[in-house]
């Protein structure tokens, strides 16, 4: 008897879920390791074979007939926020595996992917996985990255994939007919005009950076106001202009300060240190450039008399999915009588670093309010299994050229 894209998604939830109705799962973390032990248990039970690669991404394959023919491939990922949902990440592999569990001899490889770390909540940036594999950033300068606690991604890596030593290793960037990545749309479009069914034509582009204001402590009760370098202050006076000057500049963009760390972060001393983190957002690469060569102007503008280092972390322009795969997508929900819309992507996602490589798409559907990253997060049963339903049609349509 088969298993419901909604009872397995469910059954995912468990791990990790906190009181709040949440789920706490973040990347290589002992709850992803027992996620792994589920999935990697489904799909001994569906016949399909698991594989892993450096950057500890799970691969989860059917065998085709011709194994000499590259793989589709379906998926998203499984970690999520500290204060995240069931749905987020976790709904794309779940419809999936249950798309690619129910063939019975696939003419090619279909594969199911799980993304490491697509949330950037324990490391960051997010999409570690996917930027691995498809060579947009250096697994070395992956590795490097650290926790809040001190603890490298490489541990981390290494320490999770120890407890899978069975698992073969796939090389990054192996060859890949097409991507498809289910995911709720993390905004209120698609419940708003009442679409269980989101055709994503694409992602807008994204940059975040890393600022570091250098000042000087002191003491909050002696040290004369002129005399001070204050650190807090000149993030105050940045933040400010930088939300007038983007912020309140352009309906379409998204600016936001998401991350702020004062050290010493005491009562009683001039606070010497702010590190921050922006994130910008924009439909258009040539409105997202200009606003952020306009940033880092204001932060070099606005510093004194403290000292500034600015960092871009992320520089990842928009990208506009396949066409043809989105028109199959398209017919795929006509053919079972869903409504679908096209929509754009407002959030980050792992097929935008897949586009370049190979033909890509993404199916979305409903969440509730628009609320994601949060224990809100609620799609409803009806709307999973729809955009499950039209996942596995755009599936067999694919397959169909082959046989």
């Known amino acids: 008897m088969s298993i419901s894209t909604w009872d397995r998604l469910m059954s995912l939830a468990a791990i990790g879920d906190t009181q709040d109705g949440g789920v706490n799962r973040q990347a290589l973390t002992p709850g992803e390791a027992e996620a792994w032990r589920l999935l ?8 399909m074979e698991a594989a892993t690669d450096d950057a500890a991404n799970l691969f989860l394959t059917k065998p085709g007939r011709d194994r000499s023919l590259p793989p589709i491939m379906l998926g998203s990922h499984i970690d999520t926020q500290p204060t995240g949902g069931k749905f987020d990440g976790a709904f794309g592999v779940i ?20 993304w490491m770390n697509e949330e950037g909540s324990r490391f960051a940036p997010g999409m570690m996985g ?9 697994i070395e300068a992956i590795r490097a990255c650290r926790d809040a606690g001190g ?17 073969p290793r796939r090389p990054f960037g192996f ?27 694409g992602i807008q582009g994204k940059i975040t950076w890393e600022i570091v204001l250098t000042g000087a402590e002191g003491h909050a009760g002696t040290l004369a106001m002129a005399d001070r370098r204050d650190a807090v202050v000149a993030f105050a006076r940045m933040a400010a202009e930088m939300q007038r000057l983007v912020g309140e500049a352009d309906p379409i963009v998204k600016f936001t300060i998401g991350m702020v760390k004062v050290e010493p972060n005491a009562p009683s001393v001039v606070p010497g240190r702010v590190t921050f983190r922006i994130d910008l957002r924009h439909p ?39 066409p043809e795969l989105r ?4 017919r795929a929900a006509e053919t079972l009588g869903i409504r679908a819309m096209p929509i754009l992507s407002a959030a980050g996602h792992d097929a935008r670093h897949m586009a370049p490589r190979c033909p890509s ?31 596995a049609e755009t599936l067999r349509s694919l397959l169909d050229e082959d046989a």
């Open 151 to 167: 603890v490298t991604a490489g541990e981390a890596i290494d320490a999770h994939l120890a407890q899978f030593p069975d698992l």
């Open 284 to 322: 258009d690469n040539a409105a997202l450039q200009a606003a952020g060569s306009l940033l880092e102007a204001t932060a070099e503008r606005l510093a004194a008399p403290c000292a500034v280092q600015v960092t871009r972390l992320v520089d990842a322009p928009s990208n506009e999915f396949d």
């Open 40 to 47: 990697l248990r489904w799909a001994a039970e569906a016949g």
């Open 175 to 201: 060859e890949v007919a097409a991507y498809i990545e289910p995911h709720i749309e993390q905004g209120p479009e698609l419940e708003a005009a009442a679409t269980p069914i989101g055709i994503v034509t």
């Open 327 to 330: 028109a199959r997508i398209a």
């Open 95 to 114: 419809s999936a595996f249950n798309a690619v569990a129910a063939l019975a001899a696939p003419p090619r490889d279909v594969t199911v992917v799980a």
């Open 130 to 138: 996917s930027e691995a594999f498809s060579g947009y950033r250096p």
């Open 361 to 391: 798409a993404m199916i979305f559907i409903p969440c509730r309010d628009g609320i994601s990253h949060s224990p809100l997060e609620w799609s409803t049963p009806e709307d999973v299994e729809a955009g499950a339903a039209v996942l």
